[in-house]
């Protein structure tokens, strides 16, 4: 059936499970963001291991908020997670992971006769290498995003929060947004004529790329290929930078996703599944 290994610390935990992670890095961006998170507001509630015939096999951890993440890894080690977390009483709000892995976790842990809850987000993770040149579209200069832009910032969070399917919390997008400023993260693109026009930056990162978080362009401005060019500029930042992907996610599923028609490459579909 298999190991679980657990560990009294994320040092302990990230000393075993990062060179595994690394395998499908894009996959587990997660891990490494949740790892700089731990520094300043805790430690996971749980992390852990599971080994089959010796080798390790998924990698997990449960948030402080309760939600379990699992890693990309084999279909029966998940199974055998759940199986564990079901034994040890597990009280968890929800399951983050690509959606063939939350799905194994969840048929095994609500057996044939539970029901999910309705709410479940839904993401496409791209990647696309730094070197690639857009030759369709200009690369924009940029500007970093200055306090006495906030106001702006502000105003566009929060419309990119209730715009997004389904609706993030904007309270939390607007603490995401403005830690992106403080670190020289978030930027604006203006046009000669028009002035500010869309917004954009890196959210997290992982050893190898930077994730491309909170594209936005003015309502009244869409359409204009102001959004191919912020893109073409942050990826020209993050080349600038050394960082040789950067990756990003979107809750479009259509048949005109500007990412790919960008040249950028689909990853996995990625789910977030609430249990209560």
């Known amino acids: 059936m298999g190991k679980v290994q657990t560990y009294g610390n994320l040092a302990s935990y990230f000393s075993k499970a990062e060179p595994f992670l690394f395998e499908d890095e894009f996959k587990n961006n997660l891990f490494w963001e949740l790892a700089k998170v731990s520094r300043t507001r805790g430690n996971p509630s749980w992390a852990g291991n599971v080994f089959l015939n010796g080798k390790l096999s998924i990698s997990s951890l449960i948030t ?53 809850p309705a709410e479940r987000k839904d993401f496409m993770i791209y990647s696309v290498p730094c070197d690639q040149i857009f030759k369709a579209f200009p690369e924009p200069t940029l500007e970093v995003v200055k306090p006495e832009s906030w106001p702006r910032i502000q105003t566009w969070t ?17 603490t995401i947004s403005r830690e992106m ?21 890196f959210g997290r990162s992982t050893p190898n790329s930077l994730v491309i978080n909170e594209v936005f362009v003015a309502k ?20 600038r930078r050394e960082v040789s992907k950067c990756i990003l996610f979107s809750d479009f599923f259509g048949p005109k996703n500007l990412y790919e028609r960008l040249g950028f490459e689909k990853v996995v579909t990625f789910c977030e599944q609430a249990l209560d």
């Open 64 to 116: 402080p908020s309760g939600y379990l993440v699992i890693s990309e890894g084999a279909g029966e080690a998940i199974i055998r997670l759940a199986k564990y977390g079901k034994a040890k009483k597990w009280k968890i709000k929800g399951v983050t992971g690509s959606q063939e892995s939350v799905g194994f976790f969840i048929r095994e842990w609500l057996g044939k006769t539970g029901t999910l």
């Open 158 to 174: 929060t419309l990119f929060a209730n715009e997004s399917n389904p609706p993030v919390n904007a309270n939390a997008l607007l």
């Open 181 to 201: 400023m403080k670190r020289g993260n978030l930027f604006l693109m203006r046009k000669e004529g028009v002035g500010a026009c869309a917004m954009g930056g």
């Open 220 to 239: 009244e401005l869409r359409g204009m290929g102001y959004g191919s060019e912020l893109i073409s500029g942050l990826i020209g930042e993050a080349r």
